[in-house]
């Protein structure tokens, strides 16, 4: 028996020596792999910057897609761009000369209709996509008649450097859109009125995507009111005065925030200019509820300067203004403006007012 020990011992040792080898290389393989999914992690953190997700709300094709593109260049790994369009349109070579709007249509769009809720419905489908990237980390709601008032690099680092939300949010107390009907859930001193084109951070989208109770209150009690002008689509009341003329887009996120005891996170005004002013107007195109849409012939530098110089906004209802400041110091207010018919925006564009122009979009642009 010993001898038959002694025999196998050599081989046994053999064996262990050759376990012990194979768990000692899987170690350190391991360990290996691990620091090098670490350090990748690391630098990959260190390449990915914070992005800003622009969302465009479209009719169908964006108009002013060579604007932006002469924008976003440059700006790669800092924005993703999610567009909600009419259903089933797609953006590709065909509908679009921007290679930045390639396929970047949202799938589940629905048909929007201006002054219902519906509008509110197509932010938050935006806002759903957007969120799915994590490095989203702003929400810039654009509509297709927007154009930048700068450079992409200025635009991201005045939006990045502070954590508020820009939603221009003022109470109501003039024009009565409040439905008392709201009240068991929207209490009155809550409701507030604003622009819809808000800029809001991470957890004021996550906010807005999960709300299941102020949305449904909107789409019952916040309509519309009709009027002549929309009598095909709307019929009058028997009496017209009992009908509340109620705005959703113009009330949802700054009432929802409010709603939300969040106030003090945001900066009550908006970044995108829109000329509400329409009194001396004489072109009879130009009043009514929307803004006043500039044509080629409005397009000039001193347009654009004025609204760059506007450094503070007047809230009537709350005596309130608004000084602009960026970092710590006063600022212009607004980096985009509205509404831009197409000529209009290629005008400035061409003058270079608003980036370079290459040679190829000159060529399909004469004007």
Known sequence: MKRKVSQ?????????????????LGFCFGTTVLMMQSQYSRIMTMVQRPKIAFLFIARNRLPLDIVWDAFFQGGENKFSIFVHSRPRFLLNKATTRSVYFFNRQVNDSIQVDWGGASMIEAE???LKHALEDPFNERFVFLSDSCIPLYNFSYTYDYIMSTSHSFVD???????GRYNPKMASVIPVHNWRKGSQWVVLTRKHAEVVVEDN??????QQHCKRKSLPE??????LPADGSKEHNCIPDEHYVQTLLAQEGLEREIT??????????LSSSVDHERRGWHPVT?????????LIQSIKDIDNIYYETEYRREWCTSKGKPSQCFLFARKFTRPAA??????????PFNEATRKSYPW
Not at 169 to 175: H, I, L, N, P, Y
Request: with cysteine; aromatic share 20%.
């Open 8 to 24: 196998q011992r050599p081989w046994c040792y053999k064996w262990r020596r050759k376990l012990f080898a194979l768990v000692l």
């Open 124 to 126: 938050r489908i935006l």
């Open 169 to 175: 949010s003022f109470a109501d107390t003039k024009e």
């Open 213 to 218: 109770t102020v949305f449904p209150m909107f």
């Open 230 to 235: 929309f009598w095909r689509d709307h019929p």
């Open 268 to 277: 009550r005004r908006s970044l995108t200019h829109s000329s509400w002013d």
């Open 294 to 302: 500039y044509k080629f012939s409005d397009a000039t530098p001193m």
């Open 346 to 355: 290629f005008r400035l564009l061409n003058t270079s007012l608003l980036g």
